[in-house]
């Protein structure tokens, strides 16, 4: 089955810097990536999700960039507010599988 | 913007007992899921259903649990007999193809 990697588990950055954070995946036929955003008790929010047939996609501050070949795609926050820190998770998915979650990382942004 | 919601939003019960956790997905949707977290942990994947059937279950997914349908918008978790183990936030997901929408969450506490 589908196996997601995520890094770094912990990522502390300035305000106004740019984080980046990278997942990894297994199955070559997964197709689906979507990145959420989880706040300290909340649900976890589909913030940008990317297709296996584009390399790039971008929404404002946020851009998510998939390696297919490679296996790996990444979530790019620029300009960050102290309201980006949160726990971000990656998942991988194929067809109507269900999703796998990568272990998440700690976004913290200091003012 | 519709959205997932779930009740309780917390539930304690004793070691042994029976807990249903109830989801209204959003009415459009085809695909509806149920995760899990355990604190500080990520996101697991607990089971997947489609046309009035389960498409999928993970190994947690046990003899234990059962999900439902019982009328056009409720989807259930049920767990039998809970177990200290079981104590974790319960997440409903549900999409119409592929993005999938959380809900809130229950809080399950088993003493």
Known sequence: ?111 | EPEVTQTPSHQVTQMGQEVILRCVPISNHLYFYWYRQILGQKVEFLVSFYNNEISEKSEIFDDQFSVERPDGSNFTLKIRSTKLEDSAMYFCASSERGEQYFGPGTRLTVT
């Open chain 1, 1 to 111: 089955g589908e196996n997601v990697e995520q890094h770094p588990s912990t990522l502390s950055v300035q305000e106004g810097d740019s984080a980046v954070i990278k997942c990894t995946y297994s199955d070559s036929a997964s197709n689906y990536f979507p990145w959420y955003k989880q706040e300290l008790g909340k649900r976890p929010q589909l913030i940008i999700d990317i297709r296996s047939n584009v390399g790039e996609k971008k929404d404002q501050r946020i851009a998510v960039t998939l390696n297919k070949t490679a296996k790996h795609f990444s979530l790019h926050i620029t300009e960050t507010q102290p309201e980006d820190s949160a726990v971000y998770f990656c998942a991988a998915r194929g067809g109507n599988t269900p999703l796998v979650f990568g272990k998440g990382t700690r976004l913290s942004v200091i003012a």
